[in-house]
């Protein structure tokens, strides 16, 4: 008995709100210095603080095996130190948002909520949040009435929620056809999550068929028909079709209207990838990029790429909704009573997940408080950025771009004659990065290697690029001088 009182109070004191409200407030502190750090000029701030993988893990080694510690600042300080910080202007590299401080307020919303989402009543509120969400957007993408979907954890799983939708579907007409055979039309340049599916899924490697892509990098929809026809010849079944909007390498937008109408004659699924670029619907400037989205059975879209909500956060969007009841058929009597009624309010029925977090509070609440005007600033912001830089290499004899962007992507690379371009730009990626005031990333484009910076964050400027196109220019100078390429 005097054990579980003092077990008791051991947790009293252990989740007590005071030391919650202390710790909070130290923290919230903490992240408004490191906000202004963040809006402070670019000189005065770094986006990365590089350490070789060996040195960090010795680093948090170290740090484990010390005393316990009651200094929660000082552990989140050094965190925060040791982690890049999508805030910072100099960082372009990857496409994860630099969310929204609001976002920040609503991630701790849902850890506290915690409601599990799957089932009506842990989320009831986030139930209902994505029904209306996702019908904004079906209603945005100019979707038929009857549209439905939810939000999933990542685009990666959506996509393979949707070829597990489509893969449904198609088996539900035709029962009999072996998986050896069932076969997907993708561009070359597709997300590799849907290669990814195929194997989760159990269909062999050959039967994602990559269709070649243009000098822009979309797909060459002038050869679908022969594709297709090959493919009929050696016996597979075409049951699916991916449009990007837009590629994760290139930022390049395919030809929507063009793969709808073809999967319309062929009676294939069409499924568009718009992890990163659906967002672009909230732009009347740039929303002629998803023409043909209209025509999509299914669509997912990210809300953690171009919309400022923290990682994952990820709408399924299916143009007839009831699709969505098919993907997963398993019965789980002790969730829900009746595995076959359509219920929009018991999500976990049509979703990967079990517990499933709620997301949707991050996109609801930015929406409630600024309207769909922050997502149309956003795009157009980046877009116009984007372009704008792509102006500026181009004016620059050491430059050369991959292809002009259509997106906030940008591939292009550090040039002068006689010099091995490829390690030339590799060593120019990561001297930038240990330099740190910019955080760049890179892609390979047959065989060729080329810079690549996603413009995420609405604190970047020309002006700030215009310093990185300084560094890079220094660097390749210095590496092309020393090691003769
Ligand atoms: C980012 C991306 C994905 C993967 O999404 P995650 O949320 O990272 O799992 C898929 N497709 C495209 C086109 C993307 O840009």
Redesign the pocket.
Known sequence: MKKETQTSNWFSEVNSPENFRKIGYELIDLLVSELQIANSPLSEQKAIEWKEPEDMLSHWSADFSSEQTADLLTLFKEITSHSINMNRRGNVGH?ISAPHPLTVLTSALIAHLNNGMGVYEVGMAGNAMEKIIIEKLASLFNLPSGAGGFITS????G?LTAVLTAKAHYLNKNPNVSLDKLSILVSEEA?Y?IERALAIIGIPAQNLIKIPVNSRFQMRTDLLEDYYESACNEGKIVFCIVG?SC??STGAFDDLTSIASFAKQRDIWFHV?A??GGSVIFSERYNYLLQGIEAADSIIM?F??MMSVPS?S?AVIFGQGWHSNLTFSQNAKYLWQDQQRDEWYNSGKRTFECTKPMTIIHVYTLLRVYGQEIFQRQIELQYDLAKRYAEHLSELDNFGLLCQPESNIICFRYFEKNANLNEVNKQIQLSVIKEGTFYIVGTTSNDDYYLRISLMNTRTTLDDLKKLTQIILREGKKITAKTNF
């Open positions: 496409q990542g685009g990666s799983l996509n997300h999550s990007c590629s994760t990838d992890a990163h990210d953690h790429k994952l990820t």
